[in-house]
């Protein structure tokens, strides 16, 4: 069964430092990932995603993420954070092609970001 | 260019009361998902509308029912609330085929 593992339920780092958080997934097919962040209260924002191609990827914010088949994983980074950084991340894969399209996500439960001054 | 809207922002329902969430898709999008988000959790798949049909569904009861306009716009219902439903239920829209779910901020729904 498709599934998305996030091993860290809450991370904090200092503001200035780099961060990483990690990401595994389960599915047969090659899989379209993607990273969300989620601020208190609202919705999801897409980060960054990965469908094919080079296998590190560029988002917003500052965000990169790197796909390693070999190992399953998907994992976040950030150079520098920032305090606005503080929130929740979501990894997911879609799952459930239909035309071609990822008719739905597959969500880890998350990992909380805080940020230290 | 408005993104997805929803609404109400919160609720709050009494058991085996039923309830209606309504979704307005980004501009341009004509597909919507449906998530429910219990607290501590990820957004889990509840179904998807496209040309006003459901085109997949994950795995939750008939209790929980959708709809698609003309306009794309959507309705979820939930029939006989149970505590368990109390949830953040997000709308996500996408243009047809593509694969970048465009997120709303969501309906609060608490069952009391």
């Known amino acids: 069964a498709q599934s998305v593992t996030q091993p860290d339920i809450h991370i904090t780092v200092s503001e200035g430092a780099s961060l990483e958080l990690r990401c595994n997934y389960s599915?047969?097919?090659?899989?379209?990932l993607f990273w969300y962040v989620q601020s208190p209260g609202q919705g999801l924002q897409l980060l960054l995603k990965?469908?094919?191609?080079?296998?590190l990827v560029q988002g917003i914010k500052g965000f990169e993420a790197e796909f390693k088949r070999s190992q399953s994983s998907f994992n976040l980074r950030k150079p520098s954070v920032h305090w606005s950084d503080a929130a929740e991340y979501f990894c997911?894969?879609?799952?459930?092609?239909?035309?071609?399209?990822?008719?739905?996500?597959?969500f880890g439960k998350g990992t909380k970001l805080s940020v230290k001054p | 260019d408005a993104g997805v809207t929803q609404s109400p922002t919160h609720l709050i329902k009494t058991r085996g009361q039923q309830v209606t969430l309504r979704c307005s898709p980004k501009?341009?999008?004509?597909?919507v998902s449906w998530y429910q988000q219990a607290l501590g959790q990820g957004p889990q798949f509840i179904f998807q509308?496209?040309?006003?049909?459901?085109?997949q569904r994950g795995n939750f009861p008939d209790r929980f029912s959708g709809h698609q306009f003309p306009n794309y716009s959507s309705e979820l219902n939930v029939n006989a609330l149970l505590l368990g439903d109390s949830a953040l239920y997000l709308c996500?829209?996408?243009?047809?085929?593509?694969?970048?779910?465009?997120f709303g901020p969501g309906t609060r729904l608490t069952v009391t």
């Open positions: 997911a894969v879609g799952a459930g092609d239909y035309g071609g399209s990822q008719g739905n996500l597959i």
């Open positions: 501009s341009g999008h004509d597909t």
């Open positions: 599915y047969g097919a090659t899989p379209y």
């Open positions: 990965y469908f094919s191609g080079d296998t």
């Open positions: 509308y496209y040309e006003e049909e459901e085109r």
């Open positions: 996500a829209s996408v243009l047809g085929s593509g694969y970048e779910q465009y």
